[in-house]
C-alpha cells in the first residue's frame, strides 16, 4: 500500500501557522518516512492575503474560510485563536466532514463539550493537545499514556508567562511589571495580559486537563482562580524563608464522586520538583496510585513547541482516517462528579499579619485560628528595624478547609492588634 495523503488546510497564519506551515513543506519527506502520511497543505486563510509570509506560497492564500471545506482538505488546523467567531467557523467545518486540530484554549475550555458532542454526530475527530501545555504533551499523557491508570491529583504549571514572572522575581529580584515587559518582548505572554497576570489562561488549561481526565465538562469560567498580581516582593522572601518556592498552579483533585479544580498561587517545598521548573516552562506533576507520580516538563509556548504538539494530532488523525469516519470517537462526557465547591477545599496555608509588637497578640491569634478548627505547623515571629511598634507574624497552619481560613482571617483581622490586611497564600 502506497503512502496515504492527507490534504491539510489551515485556519490562522501567525507565529505557529507559520512554523506549522512551513515544517509541513519543509520535513515533508521526513514526515513520509517515519509516518507513512504524505501531508498536503492545501489552503491558508488569514485576514489579509496581501501579507507576505515567509515560506508560505502566496497561492495558497486566501481570506475565506469557506475554501477549507475543499474536498481535496480532510484536516483543518486552526490557530487563529479568538472565541465566538472562531467557534462558529469551526462548527461549519465539522459539518461540512471536516477533522479539526485546533491550539485555540478559549474555544475549548468553554465549548469543547460542544464541539466535541458535534464531532462524535458527524463522525469527526477534534484534537486539541497544542491548547494545553503546547509542547509538553500532557493530553496525550492523561488520554493515552495513562488510559485505564487511575489519577488521584494532577498539578500543573500551565502558564508559562507567571512562571517566567514568578522566577524573575524570586532569582533577580525583578518587578512583577519589568519580568512582564521581558515575556511581552520574548511572545509568549498574551496580548492581554491579565489573561496570564489574572490565571485566565491557567484555569482554561486546567479546565480542559480535568475535563479529559474525568470526561466531567468543567469549564475554565467554573475554575475558582487567583493570579499573581498580589504577589510581592515580601512573599517572595517569605517563601524563601519557609525554604519554598512561589508558583501559580492548577490544581486538579479527584476523588470517588468529587472533583476540584483551582488556580491559584501556592508555596512550592523547595524539594519539589516543581519548584525548579523555571522561567517559562510548563509541567505536569501526576500523581498515582498504580503508577506512582510521575512528572513531563518542557516548553508551554511558541511557534516551535506548539506545532509538535500540531503535528502529533495531524498524524493521529492520518492515521485513522477512515477508521474515525465508522466509528464514532468515544468522547461522551458522564457528569458523574460533583465540582468541588471553593470553600470546601482543604489545604495548608501561609498567614503573615502585620502586628502591634504587644504582649499576647501570638495568642489571640493563634486562639481565633484554634477555635476555627485550624491548627499550627509553625509561628515565627519577628519586629520591625528602629522601634515603630509593628512586627509581623508568620504562621504555617496545617490542613485546614478553605472556609474556615477565610472566617478565621477575617476574625483576626478584626483584632485591634492586627494592623492590616492578612497576605494569605496556600500550600501544595
Ligand atoms: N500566554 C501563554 C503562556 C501562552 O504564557 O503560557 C501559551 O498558551
Known sequence: MGPRTVGVGLLGCGTVGGTLARTLQSDHERLLRETGLDFSLRRVVVRDADKSREGVPSTLLSTRWEDLLSPEIQVVVEVAGGAGPTFEILKRLIVGGKHIVTANKVVVSEHGDELLDLARRH?????????????????????????????SRVVGILNGTTNYILTRMEECSETQEAALRSAQRA??????????????????????????????????????????????????????????????????????????????????????????????????????????PLLLSGLGAGGGPTTSALLADLVDIGWHLGVFEDAAPPWESVGRLRLRPSGESVRRN????????????????????????????????????GSSGEGTLEILTDDSRERDMADAVKACEALAQVLGPCRRIRCL
Not at 486537563?209 to 512573599?235: F, K, N, Y
Not at 501570638?362 to 478548627?373: A, N
Open 123 to 151: 463522525r469527526r475527530w477534534v484534537g486539541f493537545e497544542a491548547s494545553v501545555g503546547a509542547g509538553v504533551p500532557v493530553l496525550h499523557l492523561v488520554r493515552e499514556a495513562l488510559a485505564g491508570t487511575p489519577v
Open 187 to 292: 511572545g509568549f505572554a498574551e496580548a492581554d495580559p491579565s489573561m496570564d497576570l489574572d490565571g485566565v489562561d491557567a484555569a482554561q488549561k486546567a479546565a480542559i486537563l480535568a475535563t479529559l481526565l474525568t470526561r466531567q465538562v468543567v469549564h475554565g469560567r467554573d475554575v475558582p482562580t487567583e493570579g499573581i498580581r498580589q504577589v510581592t516582593a515580601s512573599d517572595i522572601a517569605s517563601a524563601r524563608r519557609f525554604q519554598c518556592s512561589l508558583r501559580l498552579l492548577a490544581l486538579i483533585t479527584c476523588e470517588a464522586s468529587d472533583l476540584e479544580v483551582r488556580v491559584h498561587p501556592c508555596l512550592v517545598p523547595s524539594r519539589h520538583p516543581l519548584a525548579s521548573v523555571r522561567d517559562q516552562q510548563n509541567a505536569v506533576w501526576v500523581e498515582s496510585p498504580l503508577s506512582g
Open 350 to 385: 501561609y498567614l503573615r499579619f502585620a502586628v502591634a509588637d504587644q504582649a499576647g497578640v501570638i495568642g489571640e491569634v493563634t486562639t481565633i485560628l484554634g477555635s476555627h478548627g485550624i491548627s499550627i505547623e509553625s509561628v515565627h515571629a519577628g519586629v520591625e528595624d
